[in-house]
């Protein structure tokens, strides 16, 4: 931190005018916020994801069961040569 105040200019998220805020400061607030905020959104996400992950094991067989069903169905159904009237 500056010990006297900078034309802040050349900043792009601490105000404009004259500051104590350097760019070295500014990148410095920026990459801790962003890190602070992953943090909170990984703490926030985390019991979703748990349930997604969760339901989605117990639903894949489910839904592979599904789909060769109905594969086998269309199957069935297709005739070669034949058309409809």
Do not use: I, W
């Not at 350097?22 to 703490?43: G, R, Y």
């Not at 069903?69 to 269309?74: A, D, S």
């Amino acid at each position: 931190m500056a010990s006297f105040l900078l034309s802040g200019e050349h900043l792009r998220v601490c105000p404009q005018g004259y500051t104590c805020c350097t760019s070295e400061l500014e990148d410095k607030l920026s990459q801790q916020s962003k890190l602070e905020f992953e943090n909170l959104v990984e703490e926030a996400s985390h019991t979703l994801r748990t349930t997604f992950v969760s339901r989605h094991k117990k639903f894949d067989g489910k839904a592979r069961f599904t789909c060769y069903l109905l594969l086998m169905v269309k199957l069935l159904q297709y005739q070669p040569g034949c058309t409809s009237h």
